[in-house]
């Protein structure tokens, strides 16, 4: 069963935009994690903020997490091209282990 | 350093055949982690082992789905008899302990059942 959900479903936006994907979840997580898949890659990990904090930087990406929403977003700056892919928010509960994913955003980067 | 690997990367088969799927994770990695993936969907978690344990097999169905992770190391995914609805991508994942850690994900197995 899918933990949780995603929105937009798909975000279609132009080079040098900004990108704002959503996530929401149900249970109390221990983390929430980012992952990027495009055909070329597989799944790869983009991110990973812990139940504890609040919000989280790497490079281009931001992302955020509000804990009493059950609810993250991934922010992608100056968006590129090669950001085309499918982005999904994972969560990892108290007790570890199993990773839930959630249906993913579908972004596609007009140059 | 070499990734997760899987194989094969493509099957097609005749429903009611058997097949099996192939994982090497990253060396050293305890947790090995295999999800199937519909088209258009997010990886859902058929099996979870932490070394050779299967500690979390609730998703997978058993009744003609099973799974072996000899000496903690590689594992195989089998499913038989295969129906049409299995059709979809398999994907390996390992990590390096049971924590707040990422999963590494191999490039899957793509799976059709005709």
């Known amino acids: ?11 279609s936006i132009q080079e040098g935009e900004n990108a704002t994907m959503n996530c929401s979840y149900k249970t109390s997580i221990n983390n929430l994690q980012w992952y990027r898949q495009n055909s070329g890659r597989g799944l790869v990990h983009l991110i990973l903020i812990r139940s504890n904090e609040r919000e989280k930087h790497s490079g281009r990406l931001r992302v955020t997490l509000d804990t009493s929403k059950k609810s993250s977003s991934l922010l992608i700056t100056a968006s590129r091209a090669a950001d085309t892919a499918s982005y999904f ?8 282990g199993k990773l839930t994913f959630g249906q993913g955003t ?3 980067v007009h140059p | 350093e070499a990734g997760v690997v899987q194989s094969p990367r493509y099957k097609i088969i005749e429903k009611k055949q058997p097949v099996a799927f192939w994982c ?24 979870r082992y932490e070394n050779e344990e299967a500690v979390d097999d609730s998703q997978l ?16 995914l089998k499913i038989q008899p295969a129906e ?30 005709v």
Do not use: M
């Open chain 1, 89 to 96: 928010c994972a969560t990892q509960g108290t007790s570890y």
């Open chain 2, 61 to 76: 169905p058993k009744d003609r789905f099973s799974a072996e992770r000899l000496k903690g190391v590689d594992s195989t």
């Open chain 1, 1 to 11: 069963s899918q933990q949780g959900e995603e929105d937009p479903q798909a975000l």
């Open chain 1, 106 to 108: 579908i972004l596609t």
């Open chain 2, 24 to 47: 090497n994770p990253i060396s050293g990695h305890n947790t090995l982690y295999w999800y199937r993936q519909n088209l258009g969907q997010g990886p859902e978690l058929l099996i």
């Open chain 2, 84 to 113: 049409l609805g299995d059709s979809a991508v398999y994907l390996c994942a390992s990590s390096s302990e049971l924590g707040a850690t990422e999963a590494f994900f191999g490039q899957g197995t793509r799976l059709t059942v």
